[in-house]
Structure formats: C-alpha cells, structure tokens
C-alpha cells in the first residue's frame, strides 16, 4: 500500500469537531500511507496534508496531520475497538489533566509538559450512534510533528545517549505526574487506571514468540545462557497471556506508563543554532498500563540504545532519569521519602527482569532483515509478523542478545 493513494470519508466533520470550529471548510486534502510494512502492527497510518479555510472569506491555512485508523485487510494482535477510544482518552482527558496539575503546582504556562503532538479530533464511526465498534471510518487525528523538523531515530542501531537522556527525563517528568495525581485527585486518577486497563491485545502472536525465544535459548544459545537460564525461564512463563504488562503494580511506583515506549513511539528535535536536542515528544499512548514507571525505563535502556552507548553510558541514562523523577516529585509537593535510591535500584531490577523477554524478542522485531521474503504476493502486517516470530535467530540477533545478557548479568538483574 505505500505509496498509494488513500481516502478519508466526511473529514471536515471530524476537524469542525475537533477544532471547535464549526466554521470551517475544508478545501482539499491529500493522504497517502505513512508508514512501510511492519513499522505498526495496529492500525494503518496515514499522512493528510490538508488546506482550511477557517470562516467564510478568510484566508487558506495548511494542516499536516497523521490519521490513523482500523487495519480492515489485515488481522492483527490490536483490537482497534478498544484501542482507539483508550487513546482519545489519553489526550482528551489524561494529558490535560496532568497540564492541569502542573499549573496547580505553579509550574508556568510555558513550562507545562509538553510531550504530544497536537490532537485534532476522532470518531468510531460515520454513525454518532455506534460508540462501542471502531469501523472502516473510525479515524484519530495528531498534528504530523516531522513538518516541524521531528524526526525518528533508527531502531535497528539505537541511539546514542544525548537523545536518550531527552527521552528518559521527559518520561520521568510523565511518571512523577501520574504519581502526583494518584496522592492528589485519586477519583481521577482510579478513573484513568480503569482505563488503563482496557488491554486491546491480543497475547497470541508474542506467546508464540516467546516459545520460539526459548526453544532458541535452551538449543542456540544454551551454553552461554545455562548459569541463568531456570531463571530466565520462569521470566518466559510470566510473559505469556500478557500477564507481565496487566501485573498490579506495587507501591510505592504505580503509576500510568507509556507501555510501548522504543524508538518508534518517539520523534527528536534539534536545536537549528546548537544542533542539539532540544525536544522530543512521544506518540502511541494506545496501550498506556497502570504499571512501575520501570517498566518504561527497562524496555527502553535495554532495548532502544547503539552498542557503545548501552555499554558506556547506561548507568548516566538511568541516573538521568532518577533525577528528573525526584525532582518532578518535590516540585509536584509530593513526599520523596519512599523513592530511595536503593528502592529505585531494587525496583528497576525486578523490573529488568521481567521485561528481559520482550527486550529479546524486540531484537527480532527491530531488524526485520530476518524476516523470508514472501515472493511475489503481496504481505500484509501480520505475514511479516508471523515471518519474524518463525526465523531462527541470525547472527546479528544473537550478537545483540548475548549482548543483552552479558550486561544483565554485569548488573545482577538475573536475581530472584
């Protein structure tokens, strides 16, 4: 489909709408698919560049917008149904909130958290009545950030420590949020955890995953892996159904996370002057878990970061993070006492532990050069994804993997 023309039905509503202006014209649009095969498994994405007219005899403004909607030729693991009013929920009710918060605390109106692109609207459906079934006209609107000079880092590689630093203090600016509004509107708080746990996954394809990991692990991998692999096991076991990311979180560290935070889900920007990063926003709140905030941060620094900076700059990354976290915190007026660093380092431990699987099998996903080419018929997400899950791990993969737990054995994260 890349490349191709797309169509958006009765988009001018959904603008009106979520403009609050029901003045508006929309003159023309084009839309073409934004993202390659296997880039979103859950949903198809769509680049809209839009002209309005704002009332009548006013002048023409440009929109750049990213749509997204149901995946209607290709079956998924996502259940867009659920997965779309969760998100709309995210921007409509759970970032505002947090802006709100942020101004109670007295944080200035330009200092406001600020890690979204811009919102312009949704719908399940052309029929008002139909708000429990996402149909081929479902649709969710955000600004297109790469217009503005946004842009991605390459999965494949990872990144270096500069953008990762950016990523993580604005993630634990997101987290200390979550946990301010839990000790300070908790009715708002249990009603977006309710939310949160509307799941929309379903755990078949990364179960499969997971065997295939393991068989790979006790055969390919067993002499390297034996000292830890009981261990590594039980992880496995507890990963599938989907039963690491619904898992209650502990206190003191339940808050609202990202749960799908990699490099993807995050577009940089730099500086024109300095050249140095200076902003990142974060995109994809479809699955956001009530969960330990270092459950983000375990995927992402074992996951999402180049060779020598995983090797050399982790322990900064991570302190970055805890700094930002607490000071979030104090300027939030909530009690730090429980947030040791002691606590934190326990905490992101069990947490490693946990997400070891899925920083495993992410190894796979993230270089799809591992996938058999399906010839001449045309593939779908899910062809891909099967492709993928099914590949025996090449050479390059069990680099990174062995990589991977070398440095979870440096830390000791393999402890029960």
């Avoid at 949704?122 to 950030?145: G, I, Y």
């Avoid at 390297?224 to 690491?244: D, H, P, T």
């Avoid at 983000?296 to 700094?323: G, H, Q």
């Avoid at 891909?384 to 025996?392: C, D, F, R, T, V």
Wanted: hydrophobic letters at 40%; one cysteine or more; a negative charge.
């Amino acid at each position: 489909m890349s490349g191709e023309a797309a169509h958006i039905r009765e988009l001018e509503s959904v603008l009106r709408k979520g403009l609050g202006n029901h003045e508006l014209q929309l003159v023309e649009y084009s839309c073409r698919p934004l993202m390659p095969l296997g880039e979103n498994y859950g949903s198809v994405v769509l680049k809209v560049d839009a002209t309005i007219r704002p009332r009548e005899n006013a002048k023409t403004e440009s929109l750049h917008l990213v749509a997204k909607t149901v995946n209607a030729t290709d079956k998924t693991m996502a259940t867009w149904s659920v997965l779309l009013p969760k998100e709309v929920f995210a921007y409509e009710r759970v970032l505002p909130a947090y802006r709100q918060l942020e101004r109670e605390a007295g944080v200035a109106e330009s200092d406001l958290i600020d890690v979204a692109p811009a919102y312009y609207g949704s719908r399940m459906s052309l029929d008002p009545r139909q708000l429990d079934v996402a149909d081929d006209d479902s649709l969710f609107l955000v600004e297109n950030l790469c217009t503005r000079g946004y842009y991605n880092c390459n999965k494949a590689e990872g990144t270096d420590a500069e953008h990762a630093i950016k990523a993580m203090t604005e993630l634990a600016r997101f987290h200390a949020i979550g946990i301010a509004m839990k000790q300070k509107k908790p009715d708002l708080f249990r009603e977006i955890v309710e939310r949160s746990r509307k799941g929309g996954i379903d755990w078949g394809q990364m179960d499969e995953a997971y065997r295939i990991l393991l068989d790979d692990f006790r055969t390919q991998l067993h002499d390297e892996l034996k000292a830890n692999l009981a261990v590594i096991e039980e992880s496995i076991a507890f990963s599938m159904g989907g039963k690491a990311y619904s898992e209650e979180p502990s206190e003191p560290w339940a808050t609202i996370c990202h749960g799908d935070f990699w490099l993807n889900n995050m577009l940089f920007h730099k500086d024109e002057a300095t050249g140095q990063v200076d902003a990142v926003k974060f995109i994809d709140y479809q699955i956001y878990p009530y969960a330990s905030p270092l459950k983000d941060v375990a995927f992402f620094v074992n996951s999402c970061l180049n060779e020598e900076t995983y090797e050399r700059d982790t322990d900064e990354i991570v302190d970055a993070y805890y700094s930002q976290f607490v000071k979030w915190l104090q300027r939030l007026r909530c009690n730090v006492g429980p947030y040791t660093r002691d606590a934190f380092d326990e905490e992101l431990r069990r947490q490693a532990l946990r997400e070891f699987p899925l920083c495993a099998v992410a190894v796979k996903f993230f270089d799809k050069s591992i996938a058999k080419p399906k010839g001449e018929a045309r593939e779908t997400s899910t062809d891909l994804m099967q492709q993928i899950i099914g590949s025996k791990l090449n050479e390059r993969c069990v680099e990174r993997i062995l990589r991977l737990y070398r440095f979870y054995v440096s830390k000791g994260w393999f402890r029960r």
